[in-house]
């Protein structure tokens, strides 16, 4: 009897699946232009890749992702009569870059980008028109499904897409807990899913230095391990007395660098100055006002312990230790911090007062902007630029600086109307370790930003005119760890909106509509699921179609 009732239902789910809860196929971000055709192209063991050896980077990406959730590798070669996907790359001569354009007929796919990035993103709108669970079917759409024989239906199409935004960036703080190498190359892989190009790796904090520097070993000898596992004000967590923490190597730091460019993503790493320190003061005492000795917290927030300001020796450090980070890193930018840094150690320090002095500054607050000029000077006469959090604009902004604007958009703004490039990340809309549900679920640091929050993100603020609106780059999502102790968990704070951003930044602003990507969402809860990644379940408001 039993049996039977369970046959019932399963015969009847499988019904819905296919008549009733049918899924159009989801696209996020949503393309610039769709048009649906009727017919499909049918993905099976002789379809061939044509391409050249250039577009090898989207060619490996589209195969690893075939393989590993689908069992299936396409071979390259020559143009059969049909029954292929064809790369290209083409320069358009429009002004932005990834730009791409994705025919699909029942004979041949066609990705044709302005540059391989482009032709990398084509790739991976071709990736969300497979299908992510069998029989899938709708109504109101085109279908994307197995095919009777099994072979992967994908729906006729013509897309013409790029990006809104240049800077789409997603942050991951491995300060305060440290995440392997694995899960840092698979977090890359998130953002390369969702067509973001910039991946902010914040790699030292007061709670932990998470870069090898071959001239300065204790930074990660000492610097990142501390005691206690979990840090926070929540019961239970603090020092435990076990060691905890860990570091990059520079050879797994290279594999990184490599493993995202591959992925047409550029990786910003962040020397945190003169605040967010103390790893680094705890390995070499003589970089603090005090000489030490100090300890590393397992406990977070704003630490009052920093870089010496009137120390010149904590100048030819950093500049050691950037010098080691850019020949690890190409990216032009490069991120130095800036925020929280507390100036009662300064105050209290007779180099800093001095320094003070001679320089004939007004106050701390023209300290620091020394301090950040001086290290701006240094990396811009390397080729580099300078990325701070916007305390920089304090006490007069580095001439060359790019804003962060964490606390809010008025960093940003001022930035803005003085000419600098700026990238947003206020808190209220793009700090994903704040809570997505009021049912405080999990331990989250605080604050509350749902979904929807995030989906009505616009980065570029009224306050700024035609002109000044250029300044704005883009936006990033911020991911500090102090609640997120392993990676389950930063997956649940990141999905699903991380998606939404995505939305923000690449698809135009008249396109953006919120039940309509919640519709899109339940696939994407698809795709999370087979990648076994994390995520938190939203609710979905009822609307006339939905009930
Ligand atoms: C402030 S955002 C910080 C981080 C914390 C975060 C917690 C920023 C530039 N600094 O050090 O982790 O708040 O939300």
Same mark, same amino acid.
């Given at each position: 009897?039993?049996?039977?009732?369970?046959?019932?239902?399963?015969?009847?789910?499988?019904?819905?699946?296919?008549?009733?809860?049918?899924?159009?196929?989801?696209?996020?971000?949503?393309?610039?232009?769709?048009?649906?055709?009727?017919?499909?192209?049918?993905?099976?063991?002789?379809?061939?890749?044509?391409?050249?050896?250039?577009?090898?980077?989207?060619?490996?990406?589209?195969?690893?992702?075939?393989?590993?959730?689908?069992?299936?590798?396409?071979?390259?070669?020559?143009?059969?009569?049909?029954?292929?996907?064809?790369?290209?790359?083409?320069?358009?001569?429009?002004?932005?870059?990834?730009?791409?354009?994705?025919?699909?007929?029942?004979?041949?796919?066609?990705?044709?980008?302005?540059?391989?990035?482009?032709?990398?993103?084509?790739?991976?709108?071709?990736?969300?028109?497979?299908?992510?669970?069998?029989?899938?079917?709708?109504?109101?759409?085109?279908?994307?499904?197995?095919?009777?024989?099994?072979?992967?239906?994908?729906?006729?199409?013509?897309?013409?897409?790029?990006?809104?935004?240049?800077?789409?960036?997603?942050?991951?703080?491995?300060?305060?807990?440290?995440?392997?190498?694995?899960?840092?190359?698979?977090?890359?892989?998130?953002?390369?899913?969702?067509?973001?190009?910039?991946?902010?790796?914040?790699?030292?904090?007061?709670?932990?230095?998470?870069?090898?520097?071959?001239?300065?070993?204790?930074?990660?000898?000492?610097?990142?391990?501390?005691?206690?596992?979990?840090?926070?004000?929540?019961?239970?967590?603090?020092?435990?007395?076990?060691?905890?923490?860990?570091?990059?190597?520079?050879?797994?730091?290279?594999?990184?660098?490599?493993?995202?460019?591959?992925?047409?993503?550029?990786?910003?790493? !962040?020397?945190?100055?003169?605040?967010?320190?103390?790893?680094?003061?705890?390995?070499?005492?003589?970089?603090?006002?005090?000489?030490?000795?100090? @300890?590393?917290?397992?406990?977070?927030?704003?630490?009052?312990?920093?870089?010496?300001?009137?120390?010149?020796?904590?100048?030819?450090?950093?500049?050691?230790?950037?010098?080691?980070?850019?020949?690890?890193?190409?990216?032009?930018?490069?991120?130095?911090?800036?925020?929280?840094?507390?100036?009662?150690?300064?105050?209290?320090?007779?180099?800093?007062?001095?320094?003070?002095?001679?320089?004939?500054?007004?106050?701390?607050?023209?300290?620091?902007?020394?301090?950040?000029?001086?290290?701006?000077?240094?990396?811009?006469?390397?080729?580099?630029?300078?990325?701070?959090?916007?305390?920089?604009? !304090?006490?007069?902004?580095?001439?060359?600086?790019?804003?962060?604007?964490?606390?809010?958009?008025?960093?940003?703004?001022?930035?803005?109307?003085?000419?600098?490039?700026?990238?947003?990340?206020?808190?209220?809309?793009?700090?994903?370790?704040?809570?997505? @549900?009021?049912?405080?679920?999990?331990?989250?640091?605080?604050?509350?930003?749902?979904?929807?929050?995030?989906?009505?993100?616009?980065?570029?603020?009224?306050?700024?005119?035609?002109?000044?609106?250029?300044?704005?780059?883009?936006?990033?999502?911020?991911?500090?760890?102090?609640?997120?102790?392993?990676?389950?968990?930063?997956?649940?704070?990141?999905?699903?909106?991380?998606?939404?951003?995505?939305?923000?930044?690449?698809?135009?602003?008249?396109?953006?509509?919120?039940?309509?990507?919640?519709?899109?969402?339940?696939?994407?809860?698809?795709?999370?699921?087979?990648?076994?990644?994390?995520?938190?379940?939203?609710?979905?408001?009822?609307?006339?179609?939905?009930?």
């Amino acid at each position: 009897r039993r049996m039977s009732k369970n046959i019932l239902a399963m015969l009847g789910l499988l019904a819905l699946g296919i008549f009733v809860h049918a899924q159009p196929a989801a696209i996020i971000p949503q393309p610039v232009s769709t048009q649906w055709h009727d017919g499909h192209f049918f993905i099976d063991a002789h379809t061939v890749i044509v391409a050249d050896e250039s577009e090898k980077p989207s060619v490996d990406f589209f195969n690893d992702y075939l393989q590993r959730f689908y069992g299936l590798r396409l071979h390259t070669g020559a143009a059969p009569t049909s029954n292929y996907i064809l790369l290209k790359t083409q320069p358009t001569g429009q002004p932005t870059d990834g730009r791409y354009t994705l025919s699909v007929t029942p004979g041949v796919i066609t990705i044709t980008g302005d540059t391989h990035p482009g032709t990398f993103y084509g790739m991976q709108t071709l990736i969300q028109l497979l299908p992510v669970s069998p029989f899938e079917s709708t109504s109101n759409g085109p279908a994307i499904r197995l095919s009777a024989d099994g072979n992967l239906a994908i729906p006729a199409v013509s897309i013409e897409d790029y990006p809104r935004f240049a800077y789409r960036g997603l942050h991951l703080d491995v300060g305060r807990h440290f995440f392997p190498v694995d899960f840092v190359k698979r977090y890359i892989d998130y953002l390369a899913l969702h067509k973001m190009n910039y991946f902010h790796w914040h790699l030292t904090e007061d709670q932990g230095w998470r870069i090898e520097i071959k001239k300065y070993p204790l930074l990660t000898e000492v610097g990142a391990w501390r005691s206690g596992t979990i840090i926070g004000h929540h019961p239970g967590t603090g020092d435990d007395s076990t060691r905890h923490g860990g570091y990059y190597t520079q050879d797994q730091i290279k594999e990184v660098v490599q493993y995202a460019a591959e992925r047409y993503i550029t990786i910003i790493p !962040e020397i945190e100055m003169p605040g967010h320190a103390t790893a680094a003061l705890a390995s070499y005492p003589y970089l603090g006002c005090t000489g030490g000795p100090y @300890t590393i917290p397992h406990n977070f927030g704003v630490h009052k312990d920093v870089f010496c300001a009137g120390n010149d020796s904590v100048f030819t450090f950093l500049q050691d230790v950037l010098d080691e980070v850019m020949t690890l890193f190409p990216s032009k930018y490069i991120h130095i911090g800036g925020d929280e840094c507390p100036k009662d150690s300064w105050k209290a320090c007779p180099k800093c007062q001095s320094r003070i002095k001679t320089l004939g500054l007004k106050n701390e607050e023209e300290l620091q902007s020394y301090f950040v000029q001086r290290i701006e000077k240094y990396l811009n006469s390397k080729g580099r630029q300078v990325i701070g959090w916007d305390e920089i604009l !304090e006490g007069g902004i580095a001439p060359n600086a790019t804003i962060m604007s964490w606390r809010g958009e008025k960093g940003g703004i001022d930035a803005a109307k003085q000419h600098h490039n700026v990238i947003m990340t206020p808190g209220d809309h793009v700090y994903f370790d704040h809570a997505q @549900t009021h049912n405080d679920d999990s331990l989250t640091i605080g604050g509350y930003l749902p979904l929807e929050t995030v989906y009505s993100y616009e980065p570029v603020p009224k306050e700024l005119s035609g002109d000044e609106t250029k300044y704005v780059l883009g936006a990033q999502a911020n991911i500090w760890t102090e609640y997120m102790a392993n990676t389950r968990k930063v997956e649940y704070m990141i999905f699903p909106r991380l998606s939404a951003l995505s939305e923000v930044l690449w698809s135009p602003k008249e396109s953006h509509n919120y039940m309509d990507f919640q519709h899109r969402l339940a696939t994407q809860y698809k795709r999370y699921a087979l990648w076994k990644a994390n995520s938190y379940q939203v609710y979905f408001k009822p609307t006339d179609s939905l009930v």
